[in-house]
């Protein structure tokens, strides 16, 4: 478990930045392999990449020989090859909770508004930036409504997702809620979601792994 | 470990399908409470529902005083609480394997086309029956090259995803493969896709989680 861990990392790419996350609470060095989204077409279509993940998403990572893809088993296989400190709680209930919230956010808001679906919505249905804002925001809405439903006032929540520490959850949360800001999401209606994220974001860890602090993250003003 | 399952499920939709493979696969006994998603508006959006998901969504699992939701999470939790038969291999590396094909179905594929979402693309965008259909189709075909070129010719594939032995990313693949049939997607271009899942539904396990065999699809010739 002591080669090098290598990241094919988009700075603004939130699946990538929930994989960030993780390996810095876990307290795990690793190497940024840039993979451009929108240059040329978007690197990540280019054989190169494809060769290291057929999906040409971001992110993946490497590990030895190993090739690990899609951001929630990169999460799920930090978990199991470095167990500590953890990402999931002990008792199997609430580690479900806990995916559950996860889920929330990588299975039912996140794969409606990556980047090739918005390609998608303009460059085959027509749709408008105007009418792609409002599609984003649409499944952020419902997806958050549900999740501030899920964390308020339940008695496994408490300054982060699940207790008081961040875990699998927070990974996935705060990416989502930075990718909601940059579509302009109200978020008042989120207060739950809007504290844990504050409170995520004033550790080391979160704050690390923002995309603003990306090597490949153009320069502040330009 | 001992108070009765209960799965809110539709015959048709996918997500269900996974747990209820995975119950089977487990062993486990289990009530269906049935959910019509389409029958008055959809029963997943009346308050009976929403108050065990505030997501709307099947499946729900209930076991004792706890409600489980997320389909993969709830997946991981049978693994939790009855390991044995697993669903993952013993590697952590192997694991993460299959983790990475069973979210290439439920982070990629599932979440473009589940019915809420068609229901938007028909309602909101004014996409006809044809275009939406086009959709469905464009995002299998988008997911299964990709998981199509990750089985293929990869050592661990064998009968099943990984080895001899079904696990969680068949728990999801075949599901998705009964969808895309309905949506008349053409299987020619991912052969061991196709044979994974005609492996799988020789299996009591996979037929008796098949739609058509739930208590609430409607019977035959109807």
Redesign the interface.
């Known amino acids: 478990m002591t080669e090098r861990l290598q990241l094919y990392s988009y700075w603004r790419s939130s699946a990538a930045y929930r994989v960030r996350i993780g390996l810095n609470l876990k307290g795990l060095s690793y190497d940024t392999v840039p993979v451009h989204l929108v240059r040329d077409g978007g690197e990540q279509h280019q054989p190169a990449f494809r060769n290291a993940?057929?999906?040409?998403?971001v992110p993946v990572l490497k590990?030895g020989s190993?090739t690990?893809?899609?951001s929630?088993?990169?999460l799920?296989?930090l978990e199991?090859?470095w167990p500590s400190p953890s990402l999931l709680p002990f008792d199997?209930?609430d580690?479900?909770?806990v995916?559950?919230l996860?889920?929330?956010v990588?299975?039912?808001v996140?794969?409606?508004n990556n980047l090739?679906?918005l390609q998608?919505l303009e460059r085959?249905?027509e749709?408008d930036a105007e009418?792609r804002d409002a599609?984003v925001r649409?499944w952020v809405d419902?997806?958050f409504?549900?999740i501030e439903?899920?964390l308020v006032d339940h008695p496994s929540t408490g300054r982060f997702c699940e207790g008081e520490s961040p875990g699998l959850a927070d990974c996935c949360l705060v990416p989502q809620v930075y990718n909601a800001r940059r579509f302009k999401v109200d978020m008042a209606p989120y207060p739950t979601i809007e504290r844990i994220e504050q409170a995520c974001l004033a550790l080391p860890a979160f704050d690390a792994a923002r995309p603003e602090n990306q090597p490949d993250a153009p320069a502040a003003g330009t």
Chains 1, 2 share one sequence.
């Not at 993940?53 to 998403?57: F, K, R």
Request: glycine fraction near 6%; charged fraction near 25%; charge should be positive.
């Open positions: 993940n057929p999906q040409g998403l590990h190993r690990f893809r899609q929630m088993a990169i799920e296989y199991d090859a199997a209930r580690r479900a909770r995916r559950a996860a889920q929330a990588a299975c039912e996140h794969p409606l090739r679906v998608h085959v249905l749709v009418g599609w649409h419902e997806g409504r549900a439903a899920m």
